[in-house]
Structures are given as C-alpha cells and as structure tokens.
C-alpha cells in the first residue's frame, strides 16, 4: 500500500498547539513533539466506526487491546509482560508527575540527565522532591556515569531515563542500559524509563532496549512509561500507559494517581489498538520518510557554517547546536528567518535549537532554506 507522506495538510485554525502559536506570522513551526502526517488510513477507520457507534460513556482498556499491547512488547521489544502490569494513563506527562509522588517523601531527590525533555525537569519539584540534574557526556546523549556516582546522595528515591533520547536521539545500548540498571541496584533507585519513542528508531545498526527487560532484579524497580502517540501521530488523543512488574509499586502508582488523574478516553484507546494491530506497513514507510528527512536536515545543518548537530538514531527531533552563532536568545533568530524551533534552554541546554524534522517534503524544503539564512545578517 501507498501512503502520501509529503501531502501538505494545513492545520492553521484547528486548535493545534504547534500551528496556531505564531497566528499569522510567516514562521514555520518545527517545535511541538506532533508529526504534520495524517493518521494511519487502518486508524482513521477505526476512529470513524467508533463515532458511528455513537455512544461515549467512561470506558476501559477492552481484552482486546491488553492482548495487541502485550503482543506489541514481546515482538517489538522481546519483552514478555503480564496483563496485570499494564495502567493505562491519558499521557507520558501525567504518568512522570504520577510517579515521581508516588516513590520517596518530601525532600527526597530524583536524578535525571541532561538536556532533556522538559516535563523530567517539572515534575519532582511539583511533587515536592529535589531535582537533581547531571550533564550528559556529550551532546549525542552519552551518560556520563562518573557525574551520575558523583551526583547521587543518600536521599536519592529515583532516576528518570529518556530512551530513546529527547532531545538528542540517542538510542542507548544493551551495555549502556545494563550499566545504568547497576547504578539503580547499588543505590537503591527506582528507574521511571521514558520509552515513548521506541517506535522510531531510524538508524538500522540501532535496537530500543526496555531497561525492564533485562533482568528481574531491574524489572521489580522500573516504572516503563510508553503510548503510540509519537509513532502514530494520535498524540492528541491521549492514550499512554505504564508497564510496572512489581506488585507493590504499581499499587503506590495506583495511590498517587487515584482522584488526581483521569482515565483514557474512547478514541486514545480505539487508536491505540488500530495503531499497534493494524498499521505495520505505514509504519515501515514513516521511518523510511524520516530517514530521508533526518539526512535532509544532517546536509543543511553541516553547510551551515555556524551550526552542527549529532544524527538523531532515533525519533523525528534533530537537537542542533546554535553556540557558534554567538546569540544570547538564538530562538529569536530563528524567528527571524521564519523559523519557529524549541529553545534548548526549556531543556538544560542553552546554545541548542530542537527542530521537528516529522513534515512534508514541502514543508522541510522551505524551512531548511530559512536554516541557511539564520545569523547571516
């Protein structure tokens, strides 16, 4: 089957975070973490057949969908999950807040690495931890475990793994998991792994490890957050999940999230199942598209001569360095030339722009010849 992914659909007055931020303003948006493909055609159908339908009332994951998911993990992930496991959740967000009250006290502290993805940042100081943020290696996403042994302190309760990596890309390694599922064992941390993005991986020497499928031990202190909102596109539709083995942690999740957080709506839990049953063939075509427009944004990035970046292994986010440029708000720039990206200072990482390469060819076109243009005045 053939899919139109360079179809340009115009999402101006729809409501949509990423399209209607600049109102009339001739600026591309490459910001939001929402792809501007259509939906599968196989969820677009099932969406349609659950609208006729015609009833909407409060609703829960079917058999059906636990089924598709468990055989989603065992396939995809060589994961074999029990069905008691699974809490489904209406987003990744809500399942990191969730999570972060529900191990440790007041006071306690939650590690993360950095950059990235800005919510890890948010949500253990709402939930009245300390944050406490390590730089990674490098700008490819390498951990840099010597910072992590010096950084933990005895009220450490948790760390927070994004993998694949947002914003850098990175899709960490067999050995890189298991040396960081060490760490979590000596002192004692549960391990909140953020694996939304596991369904796009580009390169093709690369594969998405879930932390919690290597061993028990690591297993029973692991908290997997995952939804097919980023591969599929049905981001608004919100329907996510977490994957926790260990009976008595789940139940803790389960008591942070009671009265505080809503259940999934019918049509994240339609798409859901639509997305991971039925949609093995646009899948494989999206990740040859976003190969080609990663390449596409790699050449324009290095013949620019004051910008650089580390291809992404996985996702559609291209994590570039601006440092060179010598700007203090390299966002405004950026504006400037028509382009409208994530500030890296939202992420720990000042000097950087975070571009959304999931677009039309026409749409990357355009915006990488106002690339060319940034700083150039």
Not at 29 to 56: E, I, K, N, Q, T
Not at 96 to 101: G, S
Not at 133 to 160: C, K, N, Q, Y
């Amino acid at each position: 089957m053939q899919f139109d992914f360079d179809e340009v659909v115009d999402r101006h007055q729809t409501g949509s975070d990423k399209w209607d931020a600049y109102d009339s303003r001739d600026i591309i948006p490459m910001w939001v973490a929402d792809m501007d493909f259509r939906a599968p055609p196989a969820v677009l159908d099932a969406l349609h057949a659950r609208v006729d339908h015609g009833v909407f009332g409060y609703t829960s994951a079917t058999s059906e969908l636990v089924e598709v998911t468990c055989t989603m993990l065992a396939d995809h992930c060589d994961w074999r999950v029990e069905p008691d496991w699974l809490v489904w959740l209406p987003g990744m967000v809500p399942g990191l807040h969730v999570a972060a009250a529900a191990v440790g006290e007041d006071g306690d502290a939650v590690m993360t690495t950095t950059p990235v993805y800005p919510p890890f940042l948010l949500a253990p100081p709402r939930a009245r931890r300390e944050l406490l943020t390590v730089p990674l290696a490098d700008a490819s996403g390498r951990i840099d475990f010597d910072a992590l042994e010096a950084a933990v302190h005895p009220r450490a309760r948790m760390l927070i793994l994004c993998n694949p990596h947002n914003p850098t890309g990175r899709v960490y390694s067999e050995e890189e998991l298991r040396r960081l599922a060490d760490f979590c064992l000596r002192h004692d941390l549960v391990l909140v792994s953020d694996e939304i993005h596991c369904g796009l991986v580009l390169d093709s020497d690369a594969r998405h490890h879930c932390v919690a499928a290597l061993g028990e031990e690591i297993a029973a202190r692991t908290i997997t957050l995952m939804a097919p909102s980023k591969t599929y596109n049905i981001a608004g539709l919100g329907c996510s999940l977490a994957i926790i083995p260990d009976r008595d942690l789940r139940r803790r999740f389960a008591r942070a999230r009671a009265g505080f957080v809503p259940g999934v709506n019918t049509l994240g839990y339609t798409a859901a199942l639509a997305a991971w049953r039925d949609c093995a063939s646009w899948h494989a075509a999206l990740i040859d598209v976003l190969r080609r427009n990663r390449d596409l944004v790699q050449a324009a990035v290095d013949a620019h001569p004051a910008l650089s970046m580390h291809s992404p292994q996985a996702t559609y986010l291209a994590w570039i360095d601006c440092r060179e440029l010598g700007l203090k708000h390299p966002a405004t720039a950026f504006e400037a030339a028509g382009l409208g990206l994530s500030d890296g200072q939202a992420f720990d990482g000042t000097g950087y722009m975070r571009l959304n390469f999931g677009c039309p060819l026409p749409t990357l076109e355009r915006a990488l010849a106002r690339l060319q243009q940034v700083g150039r005045d």
